[in-house]
T-cell receptor
Framework: GAGVSQSPRYKVAKRGQDVALRCDPI?????LFWYQQALGQGPEFLTY????????KSGLPSDRFFAERPEGSVSTLKIQRTQQEDSAVYLC?????????????FGPGTRLTVT | AQRVTQPEKLLSVFKGAPVELKCNYS??????LFWYVQYSRQRLQLLLR??SRESIKGFTADLNKGETSFHLKKPFAQEEDSAMYYC????????????FGQGTTLQVKP
């Protein structure tokens, strides 16, 4: 079946521009996660949704980052007034249910480059 | 502090040699430990988790709570094992968010 998909795969933004990154999770998956992966680093947690509820946004680095999942399926990560330090791969993952026991399925990522 | 440490950025071995990728963690509570793998041009995927005690593609990992380690081992490396490996942990009672190490690139030479 279809896995997690993300779009766009690559995004180049000028400093100060707003960007929106989309994630389509596996159908029926309750949990959705966003991670940020800087070059040469492991992924770092940004935020978590259970259905449409954003239950944890402790990893969002600033108030320029905003995420939503209004109908409990597709999610969008928005970054306002992008800065060079926002350059990274943004990964989305979904899992069947909440709790740490369930496998997370990752999308291919969106590589954001801020110039 | 919750942290996962993978001390080696690169591990290079010859085909047929044993492999051990190190992972140490710090977590106050009962963590779930995982190994994720990313092959070239593929997405991140789960390799194994400690709770299932499986051997996947010949890899095993034992959780050592005394040493707070979860090292990944394989007795005989294959060229197709070349990839980036990430150790990760999650709290049993939390949302399932993963805390990753920095990753180790495994290079298996012919």
């Amino acid at each position: 079946g279809a896995g997690v998909s993300q779009s766009p795969r690559y995004k180049v933004a000028k400093r100060g521009q707003d960007v929106a990154l989309r994630c389509d999770p596996i159908s029926g998956h309750v949990s959705l996660f966003w991670y940020q992966q800087a070059l040469g680093q492991g992924p770092e947690f940004l935020t978590y949704f259970q259905n449409e509820a954003q239950l944890d946004k402790s990893g969002l680095p600033s108030d320029r980052f905003f995420a939503e999942r209004p109908e409990g399926s597709v999610s969008t990560l928005k970054i306002q007034r992008t800065q060079q330090e926002d350059s990274a791969v943004y990964l989305c993952a979904s899992s069947l249910a909440s709790q740490g026991l369930y496998e997370q399925y990752f999308g291919p990522g969106t590589r954001l480059t801020v110039t | 502090a919750q942290r996962v440490t993978q001390p080696e950025k690169l591990l290079s071995v010859f085909k047929g040699a044993p492999v051990e990728l190190k992972c140490n963690y710090s977590y106050s509570g009962s963590p779930e430990l995982f190994w994720y793998v990313q092959y070239s041009r593929q997405r991140l995927q789960l390799l194994l988790r400690h709770i299932s005690r499986e051997s996947i593609k010949g890899f095993t990992a034992d959780l050592n709570k005394g040493e707070t380690s979860f090292h990944l081992k394989k007795p005989f490396a294959q060229e197709e094992d070349s990839a980036m490996y990430y150790c990760a942990l999650s709290g049993r009672s939390n949302t399932g968010k993963l805390i990753f190490g920095q990753g180790t690139t495994l290079q298996v030479k012919p």
